[in-house]
């Protein structure tokens, strides 16, 4: 399977992020920029619906984690959080594009 460098940026940012290389308010705050930049990219879309449908997953996630202790509420997910279900879309993700 062949991405583009959007694509291939997002892909090893969740890695990072999985192997616990940064934190979740630093994942946050790279994977908002990182998937916008895809988003808005004129290259080539190069993710199949599996692919797109994880990084569109991993947004939902990221967009319902609140990193500002000032500004987080009760249904917000905390850091931990994130870390799961991230972890649990990227296995599922593998899983799917590995058949």
Known sequence: ???NPHEIEIINLIDVFITGRITAPEFEHKYLIA???YRDSSKKKRADCSTQ????S???LVDSYCSDPD???DDDLKG???FEGVAELQTA???SVMV
């Not at 449908?53 to 569109?56: E, I, T, V, Y």
Request: negative net charge; hydrophobic residues 55%.
């Open 1 to 3: 399977m062949f991405f």
């Open 58 to 60: 991993v947004f939902s």
């Open 35 to 37: 998937w916008r930049s």
């Open 80 to 82: 931990d959080d994130l």
């Open 71 to 73: 500004l987080m509420d």
């Open 53 to 56: 449908r994880f990084f569109d």
């Open 93 to 95: 993700w593998r899983e």
